[in-house]
């Protein structure tokens, strides 16, 4: 029953089982589940939205054999997983469809319980990617439409890319996070349409740039902040063309150290100048969150394009979204979408489940369901419809049935191992996740320590690095890629940050010489958490503006040291 005072819905404070604080349902909220017929949260949106993240996995590899084939397999899931697991040839393949697996539903057995213990029987694709519109992306995870990709991840349509991730139609680039039609960049976060971009944060429309933040459309540029449309300009100072590029030799780019003596230079200069509230564009109208792009009536999103009429929605990255509230990735005309994880092309009409792509709709409580329609608890399931527990039944069957259960849901609620009560209405509970927290994708964009992670009821799994034989360390690698020869490929190199072991692609070398950078001397592991710590967190907060003290809502760290400016400030100040 929603909260009314006469014919008007009103705001609702609750309290949230999970983190026990205060969250607000405001009337549009209530609208939305009255729409689409469900309960509202018991959790807080950005408990739900932790909860869902532990469901995806998109940057903790590992190898381990198919169970169907024998064959050696880059997966999602470690070797010691109890998941049955398939590479991508065998789980694709005509010879099986899920219903195999299907049983009926048992009346005197919790729903979620069942749940799992069908998921738990069924086989798991090694990775979350359209392997059939991929060529030569072996090395890589949740990805489409891309070829001779290594080590990226959450990516489509793109070209020659190592070690990025979050991207769409990207070529020859490497060390990116967040970018967009972007070519030949390099150690860059949040690049959209730039060309020779170089460990710059946020820049839009910008060609041969260097250690430069917030700018766009600029051209020969180098350390730059908060900048449009400007040309020739170092640390925000006009230079001449001819004074630019002698400028530029003194920085000797070239080298490793001349790259590190630039960096440490630019962050400080970064941080001595105002920050825009939120990340977006101008195209935006009516938005709240962060890195939000061409999007309307979007509230408290976060890594999100073309997403209207939505709230608390996450790596939406393919438009066209509308009507969605609580889902994360990946987007492509999704619609009418609820507490739904990793999900795309076409769906509608989901609510409470994971992995569900190829025009999914009018589905429940579903994990991997791929291109099926009206089914009710299935896992792993392929090109069906009308199917409860992965068995198929007639139009009519189905709905009796699931009408059933979900008065069973609600009368036999499950409660997990921290007495957290799921009825009808909540998304599965953290413990039945196949991924431990730190390889899952809440991990990286809401860090919990193992204490607090096992606290909230999320597996753990600690991690056991691969001990490799290094034969040369960071710190005596060539100073320049001239002088860096092929056998750089043969090496095993030690980190100069962590000590641990990586080596260089043979396409990876090829791009350093391309780009005229030296071989980097701290691994990719360590390269990515530097690119994951420019970037803000999902979860919100209350600061005040740097100039005129009113109070604004960010994302940005409330105890980092950046001058943080409202929006009118900023605009009055920068645009």
């Known amino acids: 029953m929603l909260p009314a005072r006469g014919n008007v819905i009103i705001m609702e404070t609750r309290n949230c089982q999970n983190c026990k604080q205060d969250f607000i349902i405001e009337p549009d909220d209530f609208s939305f589940y009255e729409k689409i017929k469900v309960p509202p949260p018991t959790w807080c949106s950005v408990c739900r939205m932790t909860r869902r993240l532990a469901f995806g996995n998109a940057w903790g590899v590992h ?140 820049c839009d429309d910008c060609v041969d740039v260097w250690f430069s933040r917030n700018c766009y459309g600029c051209t020969n540029c180098f350390g730059c902040v908060n900048m449009r449309g400007k040309s020739y300009m ?25 790259l590190q003596k630039a960096l440490n230079m630019a962050v400080t200069f970064w941080n001595s100048l105002p920050y825009r509230e939120y990340t977006g564009n101008s195209q935006n109208v009516n938005v709240s969150g962060d890195y939000i792009f061409e999007s309307k009536n979007a509230r408290d999103c976060f890594m999100c394009s073309g997403v209207e009429d939505s709230r608390y929605c996450q790596f939406v990255s393919v438009p066209k979204v509308t009507n969605c509230m609580d889902y994360y990735g990946w987007g492509n005309s999704a619609s009418l979408i609820y507490e739904c994880a990793v999900s795309g092309e076409g769906i509608q009409n989901l609510k409470f489940s994971y992995g569900m792509f190829a025009n999914g709709l009018d589905s429940e409580y579903c994990g991997w369901v791929i291109g099926s329609k009206n089914n ?47 009825t009808y209405g909540e998304f599965f509970p953290p413990e039945f996740s196949l991924f ?88 990719p592991k360590c390269r990515e958490r ?35 400016y409202c929006e009118k400030c900023y605009q009055q100040e920068v645009m």
């Not at 990226?152 to 190592?162: G, T």
């Open 234 to 258: 170092i640390f925000n100072q006009q230079y001449t063309k001819e004074d630019y590029f002698e400028k530029l030799k003194e920085f000797t780019l070239n080298t490793r150290e001349g």
């Open 530 to 564: 530097r690119r994951f710590d420019l970037t803000n967190k999902p979860i919100s907060h209350n600061t005040n503006c740097a100039k005129c003290n009113n109070e604004i809502h960010t994302m940005h760290d409330s105890n980092s040291q950046k001058i943080i």
């Open 63 to 202: 190898f381990r054999n198919c169970d169907k084939c024998g064959k050696k397999t880059l997966t999602m899931y470690r070797p010691d997983n109890q998941a049955i697991v398939y590479c991508d040839p065998c789980w694709w393949a005509d010879d099986w469809d899920g219903t195999e697996y299907g049983v009926e539903y048992d009346s005197n057995q919790n729903f979620f319980e069942q749940w799992r213990e069908l998921r738990n029987r069924t086989p798991h694709f090694a990775k979350d990617a359209a392997y059939l519109t991929l060529k030569n992306c072996e090395y890589t995870n949740a990805i489409a439409f891309s070829k001779d990709c290594y080590m990226s991840f959450w990516a489509d349509y793109s070209e020659s890319v190592y070690y990025s991730s979050l991207l769409n139609t990207v070529k020859d680039s490497m060390d990116l996070f967040r970018a967009h039609k972007s070519e030949l960049c390099y150690e860059s976060v949040g690049v959209t349409r730039c060309n020779k971009t170089h460990f710059s944060n946020t």
């Open 436 to 523: 431990p927290y730190e390889d899952s994708n809440a991990s990286r964009f809401v860090p919990k320590t193992k204490e607090k992670a096992i606290a909230q009821g999320f597996t753990w799994v600690d991690k056991v690095e691969s001990n490799y034989d290094k034969t040369i360390h960071g710190d005596n690698l060539p100073q320049t890629i001239t002088e860096t020869d092929e056998s750089i490929t043969t090496e095993v190199i030690e980190c100069i940050l962590c000590a641990r072991g990586y080596r260089i692609a043979q396409g990876e070398y090829m791009l350093y010489k391309k780009l005229g950078v030296p071989v980097p001397s701290a691994c």
């Open 376 to 422: 009710f608890g299935c896992a792993n399931l392929k090109r069906k419809q009308y199917a409860i527990l992965n068995k198929v039944y007639s139009k009519e069957e189905y709905e009796v049935l699931k009408a059933r259960i979900i008065e069973d849901m609600k009368n036999n609620p499950y409660v997990d191992s921290k007495g957290r009560v799921y």
